[in-house]
């Protein structure tokens, strides 16, 4: 596990260790009721005992015992602003939609402007024999403003030859450059800021010796041989990830520098992530080897948390992918489980809005929990996806945010999620809302992908 890309997390790669010593351990823990802790009964996943309690030694101030979760009562997506009850699909798509939406916008993520006029698109590589000729790589510019190369993102896109064309895709940011994703030597070197601390990475820039760095978290072969295309942008390019009061990146495109401070609810960087998917989503509905009604958005860790705001705030991507997500991604604030708002505020304040401070350590008093924003995608088809070993992120709140946006699927006529309880270690369980818990760490594994093809398969194929 890198801790470069993760939410500073104290777990550490020894405590593996503890689950070796706990084989056998995880029993199932009951969805609890929306009001109460939730409680060990039977059936599924459950946390490692030893794990739990050694990082509660380590760690005596965070929550990783399910015991200390303190009662709480989620908000109900399908209660109106004025205390109405949404009983309809039109109440939904034509009022109480759009009040949560707002909500996480004027709370959580923050205001992102709208497509900008002067966005540009220039083709600067096509190779139509890429990967030993299975593969049409494409590499793409992505201008923000008229007249200006930078800021400027570039998208890397892998087309499987021998489809049929148009194809869907899956689309993600990445974290330590496009040339990171695979060795392939035609890929261009990302020229962008880059987070120390990585493969190949000096004085916070590129070099050759980062290209597929992160292979191991983008199968791109094993996704061509599904029939599925690949497009992937540097998260650095849109934004750089630190605190520089919004100085670089595309804010400053768009902010009013003429106020003293920004407005508590002006955007911060996964607002920004977020946006520059949209302006990828521009491009490729503009290419004809790719099915733009077929993008799949999906996102790691803060990328996961993008992610999913991306498929909230925009309704054209299909189909929603969260990886490990934790805090202000798929989990639950209310439990302050593992990382809370507070820790996470402090430790990346230009992550969200200014207004979410004000809840730091009052998650009560949010007037929306994640499961809302998991019900945005309704009802487009959505994944969440938890790791055994990441009690950071909180698997279990990342569960039960899936269970509690399903009555709003159910509302819309569509399954949601086809489980009351956890389900067992490496196993999923699917219907328009996906969750599975894996063997492991915080990280993107083969089983993840596996899962999240099979799951395309079943929604972006029959379209």
């Not at 109106?80 to 798509?93: L, N, P």
């Not at 070993?389 to 399903?406: K, N, T, V």
């Not at 760490?441 to 099979?454: F, I, L, P, Q, T």
Request: a neutral charge; one cysteine or more.
């Amino acid at each position: 596990m890198k801790t470069a890309d993760r939410d500073t997390a104290p777990l550490s790669l020894a405590l593996a260790l503890w689950l070796l010593a706990a084989a056998g351990g995880w029993h199932a823990l009951r969805g609890g009721e929306a009001a109460q802790p939730d409680r060990s009964t039977a059936g599924g996943w459950k946390a490692s005992p030893a794990l739990s309690e050694d990082l509660s030694r380590r760690s005596p101030g965070t929550i990783y015992l399910e015991e200390k979760v303190p009662a709480y009562t989620l908000p109900d997506p399908l209660a109106s602003a004025d205390g109405t009850k949404v009983e309809t699909a039109a109440q939904w798509k034509e009022n109480r939609r759009g009040e949560i939406l707002e909500l996480f916008r004027k709370h959580v993520y923050g205001r992102a402007p709208s497509r900008p006029e002067g966005l540009s698109f220039e083709v600067v590589d096509k190779e139509a024999k890429a990967l030993d000729g299975s593969a049409t790589r494409k590499q793409v510019i992505v201008r923000f403003a008229a007249g200006r190369d930078e800021p400027a993102m570039e998208v890397l896109i892998y087309i499987p030859n021998g489809r049929r064309r148009p194809v869907p895709a899956f689309l993600g940011l990445n974290f330590q450059g496009n040339h990171s994703v695979h060795p392939d030597p035609g890929i261009r070197l990302g020229r962008s800021w880059m987070r120390p601390g990585r493969d190949g990475v000096v004085d916070n820039r590129a070099t050759e010796k980062s290209r597929g760095a992160a292979r191991s978290r983008w199968p791109i072969e094993k996704i061509l041989a599904r029939g599925y295309g690949v497009a992937t942008v540097y998260y650095g390019d849109i934004d750089p990830d630190f605190h520089d009061e919004f100085r670089n990146g595309v804010h400053p495109l768009f902010d009013d520098r003429s106020l003293e401070r920004r407005p508590p609810d002006a955007w911060g960087s996964i607002a920004a992530w977020a946006w520059g998917l949209s302006r990828a989503l521009d491009y490729l509905e503009t290419d004809s080897d790719i099915d733009g009604r077929r993008i799949a958005v999906l996102g790691h860790s803060r990328l996961g948390k993008t992610a999913l705001w991306a498929g909230a705030s925009d309704e054209r991507f299909a189909l929603v992918i969260s990886n490990n997500s934790g805090c202000g991604g798929a989990a639950l604030s209310r439990r302050c489980f593992g990382e809370t708002v507070e820790r996470i505020n402090r430790s990346f304040p230009h992550w969200f809005c200014e207004n979410f401070k004000r809840y730091n350590g009052r998650e009560s008093e949010l007037p929306i929990d994640q499961h809302m924003l998991v019900a945005l995608m309704a009802p487009r088809p959505v994944y969440i996806a938890s790791a055994d070993q990441d009690l950071w992120a909180d698997p279990r709140g990342e569960f039960l945010s899936a269970l509690h946006a399903s009555p709003v699927y159910r509302l819309l006529g569509l399954e949601g999620l086809p489980a009351k309880e956890m389900p067992p270690l490496d196993r999923s369980v699917e219907g328009t809302i996906g969750y599975h818990v894996r063997s492991g760490g915080h990280d993107v594994k083969d089983y993840d992908w596996e899962r999240y093809m099979d799951f395309a398969d079943r929604h972006l194929r029959a379209r």
